[in-house]
């Protein structure tokens, strides 16, 4: 699966869960738990309880997701 066959959603990070797990509740009240990519680990960006994130989803699991992006 390709980059451009993810859904991309925005949302607001509601919890924590530890481990760079985190639960988001998107814009079109879905609740996705999502990690950091890989590039947010290595540029070691913060992402905190209130946060508005982009999150990329497969099509195929909805409930997963992959952090990529957060607003300021």
């Known amino acids: 699966m390709s980059r451009s066959d993810l859904i991309e959603l925005e949302g607001e990070v509601t919890r924590i869960l530890g481990r760079g797990t985190m639960e988001i509740h998107c814009d079109n009240d879905v609740v996705v738990r999502g990690v950091l990519s890989g590039r947010m680990k ?3 960006i913060k ?3 209130g946060d508005r994130v982009k999150v990329n989803v497969s099509p195929y699991d909805t ?5 990529t992006y957060r607003f300021k």
Do not use: A, C, S
Not at 63 to 67: I, Y
């Open 42 to 44: 290595k540029n070691r």
């Open 47 to 49: 992402v905190i309880q």
């Open 63 to 67: 409930t997963h997701g992959l952090v």
